[in-house]
């Protein structure tokens, strides 16, 4: 990790211009919905392909919001003045300024400060299938050191008293790498922990984290990365040198879940065992040309088998074409795992969001006609969303389709994927999604949201001859296996700043030849009840 480290000690040298320091917000919070609002009306500029934003930059948000307070209505003016009781930390930092949210432990001054805070919380669900739970409890911790350091914590302990999170099902809960307690009810167990140290100046920052993330615009699942894996390490760098260019890297240590043989020994009577290592090399690139209107295009790949290669901690690279260079242009036994995406995101029309984004395993432009023997393997997403065309009320529709053979990769140790949850779209490939919602915001931190989803999932029949996966002409769901339809009534109520008290109503309907893709409990025509509170992340 040599290379990592010179990357930061270059970065640190030549970054010495004052500025607030940088802590990522969970993507859990409540504050993404009022931000992509007060975006889409036009009080605010915001580039939402790259999530989570950092609290630096949501405070920076509200406060140009503050100069815009008195055209807000008051249900926007009083969740301004909630949110503002969080992010003033970023904005004043000495203790008692402010009108401040209630935490277990704050301190500020002009050097230092710190926020902890307890986690916890539970859901249950009921419906003919019978009863399930999912309870947690933990701690988190942020603050900043100086101008320039930023640091966070968080830990949750899990426990499910069924499976409702595995890798193979097609729902857009954040996995986990549990294990089952033997005996008793069989519950399931896991922990998760995040943490990060940030540096930062007026124009960027870089990081190192444990946390997960997403690219894409979306309102119900991105598919560059969804951020449904369980949580891995990855250096962050974020550029915003001049206000039509953002730029965003990661490389990532990912876990394969492939045990490497040539590793494995005996000790003391037991086997040792190892998995290869696995690592992830990713930017996107942001233009602005117009005002309101966002232009991105990045790449990524995925290896293994040669411990972590320079070239590919160099940010701003196509890392195919490196590919090219280490492992020639052969088959796929050969060389690494890469990808291509863009997205498009337009807020011109009043009130109004507009965006797109293609994901593309491999691109073949000269038969991409023929029916025969094309090659292009990708998942797009189109979606709107209208915001206070009718006042306090939001109107989203979405739609994805995943071909056959996107996310997916015949050599374990380069899939598109971490702990073998797929890195990309919820659904996997060679299937599709329509979304609609329409949500009500009647009081401040009151949402209301009624919406309906249908999804189709294509049958997994694929071949893989001499290593070779054989993806010429691969037909789009050309046999149906899984069909679910789910209308849902949701209302969440966050009294208090990370306190939430939540209940949904659910009906749900799927079949088909499997029945792997639903948690035991939504299997079938269900009608679910489920209700839960939160505090923390």
Known sequence: MRGVASLLLVLLLFSNVSKSQVVFQPLTSSIYEYIDEMANIGYIEINSVVKPYSRKLIASK???????KDTLNKRQLGELQFFLQDYNKELVQIKKEFKKRLDMFYYGD???????????????????????????????????????????????DNGISQDLYSKDFLVQEQGGNYKIVPGGDRNYEFSEVYGALTYSWDWGSTSIRKDNFTWGNNYNGANIFSGRTPTFAYLHLKLTPTKWFDFNYYHGYLVSEAIDSSATYWIDGQRRRAFFSKYIAANIFTLKPFKAINVSAGNSIIYSDQGVNPAYLIPFLFYKSVDHTYNG?????????????????????PKTHIYATLYFDELSISNSLDKENHTNIYSGKIGIRASNLIPNTTLTFEYTRNSPWVYRHQIPQTRFSSNQYNLGHYLRDNSQETYGSISFKPLPNLFIEVSFTEILKGIDDYTVINGIAQVAGSVFMEQIDWVQKEVSLKIIYEPLND??????????????????????????????????VNFGF
């Open 62 to 68: 509200l406060n140009e919001l503050v100069a815009v």
């Open 110 to 156: 002009s050097l230092f400060a710190i926020t902890v805070n307890p986690i916890g919380g539970g859901k249950t669900i009921v419906n003919e299938n019978g009863y399930a739970y999912h309870r947690w409890s933990g701690a988190e911790l942020y603050g900043s050191i100086g101008k320039h350091f930023g640091f966070s914590m968080s830990l949750r």
């Open 329 to 349: 242009t052969g088959a796929n036994d050969l060389g690494q795992n890469s990808q291509m995406f863009g997205d498009i995101s337009i807020r011109t029309i």
């Open 499 to 532: 306190v939430r008290i939540y209940t949904q109503y659910k009906k749900t309907d799927n079949s088909g030849l499997s029945s792997m893709y639903a948690p035991e409990i939504y299997q079938g025509n269900t009608n679910s009840f489920i209700g839960g």
